[in-house]
């Protein structure tokens, strides 16, 4: 009974925060629901502003999607372009099985780099949050005189930026990819409480923290074959690992300017995580944040009044 009013709640949300068969809501919607055709999977995503303003991509973590954008989204609409998509697997997106996707970071990448080729997008600053950082950092990497910027919210991209208690799991199935292992994963991480926890731990204010963003990761999580999905991902990570040295040679000889805004309290990416960007970056506005693995929830003001300050800034020198 608990389950099925979960979910019935979140299928509400989605109705009414997400989009209607894949189209917009309504001709005056000043964000935008739609849906490309990338890779032979339907990729649905939110877009907001004038495409011949700068352009801003949005690329969201585990275990969300587009719709933790949605604050940016309305916050910046009027002055720049901005794109949000759902990777494979994730949000209003195509969810093909295992068997008929190879969901990895590599691919979630392909699919949305060839998302911003399909739609023109030839020079947008990078917004990366979580699993946004190895999809956007691929993207940046293969295209570097395309990025203008990045916004960079506990994403990370060094081997001191773990965690290392929340980590010790996944790290322990890198090692050893056993039925029994997966099973206290899916059931400790997909649970309805392992959706609330990484929402609210490491939160000034966990009250203030809005229910419908974890009732709606676990409605899509709780998807016939979203475990299996969601595991491939959580093995697959360990070769974000070994890209490391290559994004930060880009950070270092490219020299993106950055905005860095990190929450401290986050048990996936510490702080360390945001000290290795301090390092290899000249032009890097810092700020750590008393809040946890999604400061957009908890302090999204300061971060959207940074945000165009920076976003200014960047259109201005490019």
Known sequence: ?????????????????????????????????KVEKIEGLDIFYREAGDPSKPALVLLHGFPT?????????????DDYYLIAPDYPGFGESSAPSTAEFEYTFDNLAKVVDGLLEKKGIGK?????QDYGAPVGF?????????????VVMNGN??????????WKPIFQYWKEKTPELEKMISDQVFSHQGMRWQYTHGTRNPENINPDNWNLDYFKISREGQARIQLDLFYDY???????????KFLKEQQPPTLLVWGKGDAFFPESGAEGYKRDLKDIDYHILNTGHFPLEEEGDFILSKMRVFMSKISATK
């Not at 947008?124 to 990366?128: E, R």
């Not at 691929?138 to 990045?150: D, F, Q, Y």
């Open 157 to 166: 991209a060094y081997e001191e930026g773990f965690g290392k208690e929340a």
């Open 1 to 33: 009974m608990k389950l099925q009013l979960i979910k019935s709640i979140a299928v509400a949300f989605t109705f009414l925060a997400s989009h209607v068969d894949g189209q917009e809501v309504s001709a005056s919607s000043p964000i935008r629901h």
């Open 138 to 150: 691929r993207i940046a990497v293969k295209h570097p005189e395309r990025v203008t910027g990045l």
């Open 65 to 77: 999607s587009s719709q933790m954008y949605r604050k940016v989204l309305n916050d910046l609409k």
């Open 124 to 128: 947008y600053a990078l917004m990366i």
């Open 238 to 248: 360990q070769n974000n690992v070994a890209h490391y040295p290559a994004w930060q």
